[in-house]
């Protein structure tokens, strides 16, 4: 069992005194004992040796039949109090008191030992009839005693009676004090108000201490019934325990309350309990012979109070509310509570003479101290505070006093580890205060990892995983994976360790996850791998075990070898359990594993491998970082990103196998983002299950992209697709594996799209013709070298898709593209893909202006039929329309063409004309010095041509029908030959006497439009525009009143001269100045103007 608490005598009265001890009162290095007598006897307590170390901490597996303290008798204690031999008899022990204390023993080298404690003054006639209990208010100096059924006060420091007894405490049964800093309602300044309760019988009689002044005022309060137990609550509450239940008392209102469980322990609703009922007003008791139990009370931690009659408990708040808790399992009645940090105390009767510890959590007895006789409880004031904490309190018999010293906690939290009582622990950890632990963070840490340990070997692998996974604890991955067989953890494995240990064999050790692994025999650590250190074992849990729980953890890795065999090697129905079971497990590690990865997130960029910019901010891990970077140099922070990584690498890694035992399919989903897989591990293990597009994307996201694109060539490129991997036939897998990589990697690109161009063009041209960054962004000059080795057609299709589709001006590439076309139509066999290629020429020829003109014309079969229209686009792009339009006209015949060439190029031409009246007007008037325009020419090729060609009249006259209004009436007339009747020319005059119209019209209606807008203003000058308060023209008026003041000076106007300014405001004559360049930047224009009169009556 645990071992919290120490017994120490030291105090023990001698054999022959007839005395008997009633009360104690401790505080300071002072004890009062009152006696029967009446007599009050007060101790020293010196300074005492270290406690030997108890039983269950020096031997790792106690007995459970002897106890932690001793009980064999008081003598034991002694002994071990005072290092007396064993032979020593409480006879000779009794004979050498002289004074009521322990001996002064000596030991074997007869060095003294001191005496716990030295009796300094004995008060007989302190009281005339037994000391039934002491109390001290320490800021007023006064002593507060209960003897003969009264309350008595004393000088604390002479003894000398204050007032004895104190009026109206006769018949007095209890009293309890309190001493608390409270804030003065008026002024705000805090000051000690000390109180004291008295009971006397149904009255509840209460004193106060203001600033060490005892106050004149008595408070009473009348109860139901007599009080019996008291215990402060909170400055103004007390708790009272009566027979039939308790009340909590408001000491400044005087308002009572009782206190009701909201399921009545053992009352009439639950059915009887042991030795009596509850009552509908509380905890009343009501037994056998007229017995009744005495309520106790005792206050807690955190506002909160213990109530306890017979067996029965309830925990309370301050205030009096019941609280949701299980009642204590005490076997037997007890005879006292009390509570000492942060344990609660439960003395049984004197018979039994012994001390129980519980858990205020878990309730859960810890510890049994063996005082025979002991018979009340004492703790020093205050009863609950870190100062208190290492204390302890005192117990006292008829003839003695303990003293109980609390164990060192760090040696109390490791027995429970050491008993695997990991719930225990954990509770007691949160109670206690951080000053109190060594390392309290840590502690808890590695308290909560054993226990996660043993929920694994309990086969709770959910429950064991997510408290490995808590934010308190962040397991490192490889204490974990200790627990997984190496088919999951790899070399970490601790299950294969032991068993190649136990068979005497030692196994080679492999490098597949880059660790090494845990030797059996290595002491059990929180950082498994000693080559992890500095931010890394803060943040995964890399740090040396406490010394002081060193011999745990070994115990532990002992008694791991059997839970942790292999699974091998078993009948096949354990076997079938025993994998359901490592399936269940790996399924939790997943979430564990998940979790680590998030964590290492943080502080390495998985991406790049590097440690992420330190940033300031709240929490105990950026903290870490930071002061450890800070503090480091430049090495140091270069060897943290490294074991930062292979913690990375081992966990993705184990990520990985846990995925392949598990959930094969979900591999895939950890290739897709970046991560730090073992290469290595998962090219074995994929191979091994032939699961190849995996394989594929994990190459893709290490950057391994020559190997994945070696794989899916070997796969790809077969005529039949092999069984082991279907899916990467063909050149699918491998045009989008490429679409995907950067143009930095332009050689792999060219090296392993050579295939699939071969294999399928279309399909491998997509490769550079994508809509996607990276295709758009290649070495174009590279890409246009590679496809034309393969097939002059894919450098076509390239260029095209270069020049048009992204606009890309370089002249090379346009001269480029026109001489692979003129080649290709040249080697082609004519047909229709060959008509198709030559529009594709044509088309180019006119959109692009980039490409040498005299070269491209240059390369231009002059002979060819074929090539007639592209030399025409040539002849035009260089200004030569006259040459272009004979290749048309004499050579191509085509008189369409010929006119849509025409109309091409008046358009061009006619987009510098201002407007379309410019145009009929300049084709009406027809100057003398007027260019020709392109009709003209073609008209002059129809009917003038060079010889031998003879004129044209049908398309002649076709072209004056339809274009005669763009053709000047003399030089087109002077073309015409004499012998051309009138009538064919009807067409022609009437579009140009239309278009001659059409000017005169035009001419007209914008003569007439700006008639109507003249008169229009000329109007609104005149007459205004007819809206009230509007614009009044010339008719506008302002009439000056007497009162009306110039708005320039403020002056009355009266009789002077004035002047209206435009918005009719009204001022001198000699201010217009100043009105003027008061208004400096505002133009007044005719619709801006206001009406005369606006402001004043117009007549």
């Known amino acids: 069992m645990l071992s919290a608490f120490t017994a120490r005598p030291i105090i023990e009265l ?9 009360s104690i009162l401790a505080y300071g290095d002072r004890v009062l004992v009152g006696l029967n007598t009446g007599s009050l006897r007060i101790y020293r307590l010196n300074e005492l040796p270290p406690p030997p170390p108890p039983a269950s901490a020096r031997s790792p597996s106690p007995s459970p039949s002897k106890p932690a303290n001793g009980s064999s008798s008081l003598l034991s204690a002694q002994i071990a109090a005072f290092n007396l031999p064993d032979s020593s008899s409480p006879t000779a022990i009794a004979a050498a008191s002289q004074d009521g204390q ?14 716990p404690t030295d009796l300094l003054r004995e008060v007989e006639k302190f009281s005339t009839r037994a000391i039934e209990q002491l109390a001290v208010i320490k800021e007023a100096n006064t002593l507060v005693s209960l003897s003969n059924y009264a309350i008595s006060l004393h000088d604390l420091q002479t003894f000398e009676p204050i007032e004895a007894p104190l009026a109206r405490t006769k018949n007095a049964s209890t009293f309890a004090v309190t001493s608390n800093i409270v804030k003065d309602p008026t002024t705000g300044i805090p000051e000690i108000i000390s109180r004291l309760a008295v009971a006397v019988k149904r009255r509840l009689l209460l004193w106060s201490w203001h600033e060490s002044e005892l106050s004149q005022d008595v408070t009473e309060i009348v109860l139901a019934e007599a009080i019996r137990t008291m215990t402060w609550a909170s400055a103004t509450k007390v708790v009272c325990g009566m027979n039939s239940g308790y009340v909590i008392v408001d000491v400044e209102s005087a308002n009572v309350e009782d206190i009701i469980r909201p399921s009545a322990i053992g009352g009439a609703a639950a059915g009887q309990s042991r030795f009596g009922a509850v009552s509908a007003a509380g905890m009343g008791y009501m037994g056998l012979g007229g017995y009744i139990p005495k309520p106790l009370s005792t206050k807690l931690a955190d506002g909160q109070l213990l109530l306890a009659k ?5 925990f309370i708040d301050d205030s009096g509310r019941a609280l949701e808790k299980h009642q204590i399992p005490w076997q037997a009645a007890p005879d006292g509570i009390g509570y000492s940090y942060p344990y609660i105390l439960a003395l049984q009767p004197p018979t039994k003479g012994s001390l129980e510890v519980r858990n205020p959590e878990t309730l859960s007895l810890l510890q049994t101290v063996s005082l025979p006789g002991a018979a009340a409880l004492h703790f020093p004031p205050p009863t609950v505070s870190l100062a208190h904490a290492g204390k302890g309190f005192h117990v006292l018999s008829d003839r003695a006093v303990w003293k109980m010293d ?15 009582k990991f719930d225990e622990a954990i509770s007691i950890l949160g109670m206690l205060e951080d000053a109190l632990l060594k390392n309290k963070t840590q502690t808890m840490r590695e308290v909560k990892m054993l226990k996660a340990e043993m929920l694994f070997r309990q086969k709770k692998y959910r429950e064991s995983m997510d408290l490995f996974n808590e934010d308190e604890v962040h397991a490192p991955p490889e204490r974990v994976l200790r627990l997984y067989p190496k088919i999951v953890a790899g070399d970490l494995s601790g299950v294969e360790d032991e068993k190649a240990e136990d068979s005497g064999h030692d196994e080679p050790n492999g490098k ?11 002491p059990l650590e929180v950082s498994s791998p000693q080559k992890a250190g500095g931010f890394t074992k803060y943040l995964m849990g890399h740090r040396k075990l406490n010394p002081e729980t060193a011999s745990i953890a070994s115990s532990k890795r002992a008694s791991d070898v059997e839970d942790s065999a292999s ?23 997943n979430s564990y594993l998940a979790g680590a990865r998030a964590r290492l997130q943080r502080v390495i960029d998985p991406a790049t491998g590097k440690l992420k910019p330190r940033k300031t901010q709240s929490g105990s891990t950026e903290e870490a970082f930071k002061s450890l970077l800070t503090s480091s140099r430049e090495e140091s922070e270069e060897q943290l990103e490294k074991e930062l990584r292979e913690t990375f690498k081992v966990v993705d890694t184990t990520l990985f196998r846990a995925f392949m035992y598990s959930r094969p399919t979900l591999a895939s989903s950890l290739f897709r983002i970046p991560n730090f897989c073992d290469p290595d591990v998962v090219n074995e293990r994929l191979v091994e299950h032939n699961r190849f597009n995996e394989l594929v994307d994990f190459f893709y996201g290490k950057k391994l992209h020559k190997q994945a694109l070696e794989l899916l060539r070997k796969f790809g490129s077969p005529d039949a697709p092999d069984d082991a991997a279907p899916g990467l036939h063909g050149p699918q897998r491998t045009v989008a ?27 491998g041209m997509e490769v550079f013709l994508a809509d996607s960054e990276n295709a758009e962004t290649l070495p174009r000059g590279q890409v246009i070298r590679f496809l034309g080795g393969i097939d002059p057609a894919l450098e076509i299709e390239y260029l095209e898709h270069v020049i048009t589709e992204l606009n890309d001006m370089t002249p090379d590439f346009h001269n480029r593209l026109v001489e692979l076309f003129i080649r290709q139509l040249r080697e082609q066999e004519r047909g229709e893909e060959w008509s198709l290629l030559m529009e594709r020429l044509v088309r180019f020829l006119k959109e692009s202006r980039q490409y040498s003109l005299s070269r491209a014309f240059t390369m231009i079969p002059r002979d060819d039929p074929p090539f007639y229209e592209a030399q025409a686009v040539v002849l035009s792009n260089m200004q030569q329309h006259k040459q272009a339009l004979e290749i048309y006209v004499f050579r191509m015949q085509d008189y369409t063409k010929a006119e849509d060439y025409c109309n091409r190029i008046h358009k061009t031409e006619d987009s510098h004309i201002a407007s379309p009246s410019q145009t009929h007007r300049g084709a009406a008037e027809d100057p003398e010095d007027a260019q020709p325009s392109i009709y003209h020419a073609l008209l002059s090729l129809y009917l003038t041509p060079p010889p031998p060609h003879q004129p044209n009249l049908g398309p002649a006259l076709d072209l004056l029908s339809k274009h005669g209004s763009r053709l000047p009436a003399t030089s087109t007339l002077s073309l015409v030959p004499d012998s051309l009747p009138v009538a064919e020319l009807e067409s022609y005059f009437r579009g140009r006497m239309r278009s001659a119209n059409s000017v005169v019209n035009e001419t007209r209606v914008v003569a007439g439009l700006r008639k109507t807008r003249l008169v229009a203003n000329q109007a609104l000058l005149l007459l205004g525009d007819g809206i009230p308060g509007g614009q009044g023209g010339r008719n506008r008026r302002v009439v000056i009143s007497e009162e009306r003041v110039c708005g320039a000076c403020h002056k009355r106007l009266g009789g002077s001269v004035v002047a209206v300014m435009p918005d009719n405001t009204v001022v001198h004559y000699g201010c217009l100045n100043r009105a003027q360049s008061g208004a400096t930047g505002t133009s007044y224009l005719p619709s801006q103007v206001g009406a005369w009169g606006r402001n004043g009556a117009g007549v």
Do not use: C
């Open 310 to 314: 017979d067996i029965n408990s309830l």
């Open 14 to 22: 001698k054999q022959r005194d007839r005395s008997k001890i009633e």
């Open 737 to 763: 594996y490429l679409q995907g990589l950067p143009p930095e990697m332009i050689d792999v690109i060219l090296e392993f799209s050579d295939w699939t161009l071969r294999k399928n063009p279309k399909l």
């Open 567 to 589: 699974i091998r090697g078993k009948p096949s129905d354990e076997q079938s359990q025993d994998e359901k079971d490592l399936m269940d497990s790996v399924s939790e590690l």
């Open 406 to 420: 609390a164990t060192d906690y760090d040696s109390q939290v490791e027995e429970l580890v050491q008993s695997k």
């Open 102 to 115: 322990p001996p002064s023993p000596t030991v074997h080298g007869g060095a003294p030992v001191t005496k």
């Open 512 to 522: 597949t996850n880059g660790d090494t692994a845990l030797k059996a025999d290595t």
